[in-house]
């Protein structure tokens, strides 16, 4: 669908967070090595990885799947930090912190996925 996926804001904006969480996953206590900082770790990553394969793929309906599995993972990795912070993984400065970016990146990826969403009924109306 995309051209070139590195130019996308949002595949931008996934790839700086992917540092981000890592260095907070370093934070974390071992025993949460197969739980917490797995998940966290499958979560950020998915990120720049479904960004670019669905805008790789030749269909507008697996570019929104991509983008939804994206969006949905981003969701997943909120939580995860909502938890850190409740069992005390995180201090109020270093949760507000990477919360905030998150958040910017499901508002962000949310709005693109609406607007593709809306170019494909469009689409579908003109058709």
């Known amino acids: 669908m995309q051209a070139n996926f590195r130019e996308l804001k949002i595949w931008k904006f996934s790839m ?16 949460e090595s197969n739980n917490l900082k797995d998940q966290m770790r499958r979560a950020v990553t998915s990120l720049p990885l479904n960004i670019a ?44 912190k990477i919360f905030d970016r998150v958040d910017r990146f499901n508002r962000a990826s949310y709005k693109f996925l609406i607007n593709l969403e809306q170019k494909e009924l469009k689409e579908k109306l003109d058709f």
């Open 16 to 31: 700086d967070l992917v540092p981000e969480i890592y260095k907070v996953i370093a934070l974390l206590p071992v025993e």
């Open 53 to 96: 394969e669905g805008a790789s793929s030749k269909s507008l309906k697996m570019y929104l799947s991509h983008l939804n599995y994206a969006y949905a993972s981003a969701q997943e990795l909120s939580v995860a930090l909502m938890l850190c912070f409740k069992i005390g993984y995180l201090s109020d400065v270093q949760f507000h």
